[in-house]
């Protein structure tokens, strides 16, 4: 069934009381190691040049890293983040919309179509899909990051107030193989599907929070600085995937 996006949540407010307000996004954090660590993936596997669409594009990071390889266009719902967009990625164009619909752009415009934490966001994640595939060219990559709500130590955790369940807009969190079928249905090919690490520490008690994240986190680390993606989705609070456009 499909479920109704809590838009009313999607304000400025967004970046201050949910997953935005405790990351560090300064430099050397792990969203700027992140953000850097998918624009290398997109370089890698997306057709060079051509035009680049991201699907919630939140501070315009991700875009302001990829302005120069490819022609970026950034849309979001809230007003923050595309005035945040133009001046963070000024040569990347940036429009206040919703990810729903997607009518507005040429069928077969795009070298790739990045979502990072957004499809879980969505009301209809799988017409979406649908829709992504229509946009990208042959070849072109759809490149999404979402929560794995099974992954290997999440047992240990509160399912309401860990990463994935505190951020109450999350109404779409879906196994792997959910999102590979629904790649899979609409001509989308998966040539990586890994998982994030991790990093949602602390798993055990006693054991400091520090010890845990250096322990539990240092192959993702590895990851990241070899810019691979060897991680299995069991290992990741968060599923990543990368699928080509037969």
Not at 155 to 162: G, H, I, Q, T
């Given at each position: 069934?499909?479920?109704?996006?809590?838009?009313?949540?999607?304000?400025?407010?967004?970046?201050?009381?949910?997953?935005?307000?405790?990351r560090?996004?300064?430099?050397?954090?792990?969203?700027?190691?992140?953000?850097?660590?998918?624009?290398?993936?997109?370089?890698?596997y997306?057709?060079?040049?051509?035009?680049?669409?991201?699907?919630?594009?939140?501070?315009?990071?991700?875009?302001?890293?990829?302005?120069?390889?490819?022609?970026?266009?950034?849309?979001?719902?809230?007003?923050?983040?595309?005035?945040?967009?133009?001046?963070?990625?000024?040569?990347?164009?940036?429009?206040?919309?919703s990810?729903?619909?997607?009518?507005?752009?040429?069928?077969?415009?795009?070298?790739?179509?990045?979502?990072?934490?957004l499809?879980?966001?969505?009301?209809?994640?799988?017409d979406?899909?649908?829709?992504?595939?229509?946009?990208?060219?042959?070849?072109?990559?759809?490149?999404?990051?979402?929560?794995?709500?099974?992954?290997?130590?999440?047992?240990?955790?509160?399912r309401?107030?860990?990463?994935?369940?505190?951020?109450?807009?999350?109404?779409?969190?879906?196994?792997?193989?959910?999102?590979?079928?629904?790649?899979?249905?609409?001509?989308?090919?998966m040539?990586?599907?890994f998982?994030?690490?991790?990093?949602?520490?602390?798993?055990?008690?006693?054991?400091?929070?520090?010890?845990?994240?250096?322990?539990?986190?240092?192959?993702?680390?590895?990851?990241?600085?070899?810019?691979?993606?060897?991680?299995?989705?069991?290992?990741?609070?968060?599923?990543?995937?990368?699928?080509?456009?037969?």
């Amino acid at each position: 069934m499909t479920q109704k996006a809590p838009t009313e949540h999607y304000t400025r407010e967004y970046f201050e009381k949910w997953n935005y307000a405790d990351r560090p996004l300064g430099r050397f954090s792990m969203y700027w190691f992140a953000r850097r660590y998918y624009a290398a993936l997109v370089r890698r596997y997306a057709p060079p040049g051509g035009k680049l669409l991201e699907l919630g594009c939140g501070l315009g990071d991700l875009l302001s890293l990829l302005q120069d390889d490819f022609a970026c266009t950034g849309i979001d719902l809230i007003d923050y983040s595309v005035e945040r967009t133009k001046v963070n990625a000024p040569r990347a164009e940036a429009y206040q919309m919703s990810a729903d619909d997607l009518s507005s752009f040429e069928t077969g415009a795009f070298s790739a179509v990045v979502a990072l934490h957004l499809v879980e966001h969505l009301a209809d994640p799988a017409d979406v899909i649908r829709q992504v595939s229509q946009l990208l060219k042959s070849g072109g990559i759809f490149l999404f990051a979402t929560p794995h709500p099974d992954y290997a130590l999440r047992r240990f955790k509160d399912r309401e107030s860990d990463a994935i369940g505190k951020d109450k807009t999350h109404i779409n969190v879906h196994p792997p193989a959910q999102w590979r079928a629904w790649c899979a249905q609409n001509g989308l090919e998966m040539v990586r599907h890994f998982g994030d690490g991790l990093w949602d520490v602390p798993y055990l008690p006693v054991i400091p929070k520090s010890a845990q994240f250096a322990l539990f986190g240092f192959p993702a680390f590895l990851q990241v600085m070899t810019r691979t993606t060897f991680m299995p989705l069991a290992l990741g609070v968060n599923q990543v995937g990368i699928a080509r456009k037969r």
